[in-house]
């Protein structure tokens, strides 16, 4: 969706930041957004001054929606890996060039065998 | 008395957010269909402390629950991107079953959320619920079928469906993701925006995931 959505907006990204926290996402205020996850998802004693950083670039609203999005994928991803959900065959093929380039082989632990 | 989460003045947090909180933790403290509402917030309590980074209690053993509950709400809070299946059928075999294994995936799951969201705006996390009384209701999705996830599921293999063995889980999951991201029916608007453009919500979602280890 990333990809998808900054293709039919018209934004500029780098797809590498998103693996790699050392590359400019070229997004606005995309390396704010960038520090704010990582700090939180560490519960970094940093928090606040990541948070400070998010709102002066991009606004308070912004900053909160952030946190929104953040949380919503803390509940995902344990729904995803609680419950081995697998990436469609259809998605993977897509995604294959992006897949191999971030290297995202190595996050995927569902074996795609039914819950017996 | 169900305390929610604290008030997020001054930050401009939308009231939809605030009453997904508030909701999400009334929905922890009721009985689920497999659980209690006491050992609904015994399992809630585990999570935070796993999540929070504590030593693991013995709340879900004390409201008895079988060890693979405290152990499922430890796991799935702290380091859910280890997870694999034979560790799945371990836990459900311990006493548990899918039915009660999905229940504290969608507890966990919403309560680490809720704490990383106050967390992250420097809030206070709300304290733990009072249970209500009851007993858990029992339901299932009987045409629930095995499929190609670890769980089964009704209908297709879907992550909006991943919950869906407990139909009351599967539903708060879709309640508490519109307001907090976007909800199913927007999702296919690439150009959809809320404070943040859609790339700009994608890329924390996507960092987030990596962040996480989550392939998905």
Known sequence: MLSSSASATGTPVNLAAVTDPGVDPLIPGGAALAGFVEVVLRQSPTRAAAAAEVAARLGAPALVNAAAVIANFQMMNRVADGTGMPVGRGSRIRNAELIARLGLERFDHSDGTPAR | ?216
């Open chain 2, 1 to 216: 008395m169900t305390s929610p989460p604290s008030a997020p003045d001054p930050l401009p947090v939308p009231a939809e957010i605030v009453a997904n909180l508030r909701s999400a933790w009334e929905e922890v403290a009721a009985p689920g269909a497999s659980f209690t509402g006491e050992q609904r917030v015994a399992i809630t309590a585990e999570a935070r402390r796993a999540w929070s980074g504590e030593a693991a209690g013995s709340a879900p053993e004390d409201a008895g629950l079988p060890p693979a509950a405290g152990e499922a709400a430890r796991r799935l809070a702290a380091s859910p991107h280890g997870i694999r299946r034979p560790w799945v059928e371990d836990i459900v075999g311990g006493g548990l079953g899918y039915a009660g294994y999905v229940e504290i995936v969608g507890i966990v799951s919403r309560v680490v959320a809720s704490d990383t969201f106050t967390d992250a705006l420097g809030l206070a996390g709300a304290p733990l619920p009072d249970p209500r009384p009851g007993p858990p209701s029992g339901e299932i999705a009987a045409v629930a079928r095995p499929g190609q996830a670890w769980v089964p599921m009704v209908g297709a293999t879907s992550i909006t469906q991943a919950l869906s063995l407990v139909p009351a889980e599967n539903a708060a999951l879709e309640r508490y993701h519109g307001p907090m991201y976007l909800a199913f029916e927007e999702m296919a608007d690439p150009a959809i925006s809320r404070a943040l453009t859609r790339p700009q919500m994608e890329f924390v979602a996507a960092r987030t995931s990596a962040v996480n280890e989550c392939f998905y």
